[in-house]
């Protein structure tokens, strides 16, 4: 069931869209939003609350490629893999971000921190190679930046583990 939450934000948004399967992608995104993932329970609760068949809703989460289906790590890496990211280095980089993290694409990280996916085209195809994590965009990249931002990613959880302990 949906919580009380994500209830009220896909209602917030439906009022914005002119029918119910228009604001579908926009309740999938809530849902991971609030759960890390899409599970087939998730599904089946946007499909109750959209009143939407369950198969209709799998096709768009499966179509999407911003919708996970499998539980993924606090952070997720997406490395372009498209044609310019590809030309300018993306085996390199995914060697990289494998030999940092100790996982190949489509893992995540033993101590749940990091998912690496490969992905289509971020749209930055000018300052490639590109990657996302989760919201950021990270442009122009070789392997010592790539260690620059894993390293502000780790600094940043130990900051807030500290805050956590200091509360
Ligand atoms: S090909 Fe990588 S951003 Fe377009």
Known sequence: MLSEQERREIEAHARHYPNNRAVCIEALKIVQQHRGWVSNEGIADVAEALQM?????E???????????????????????SVSCWIMGYERLREHLGDRLGIRPGQTTADGRF???????????????????????????????????LASYRQEEKSSDGNAADS
């Open 53 to 57: 068949k369950p198969a209709e809703l």
């Open 115 to 149: 998912t690496l996916l490969p992905n289509v085209c971020l749209g930055a195809c000018d300052h490639a190679p590109v990657m996302m994590v989760d919201d950021m965009h990270y442009q122009d990249l070789d392997p010592p930046r790539i260690d620059e931002i």
């Open 59 to 81: 096709s768009v989460a499966t179509f999407y490629n911003m919708i996970f289906r499998k539980q993924v790590g606090k952070h997720v890496i997406l490395l372009c893999d």
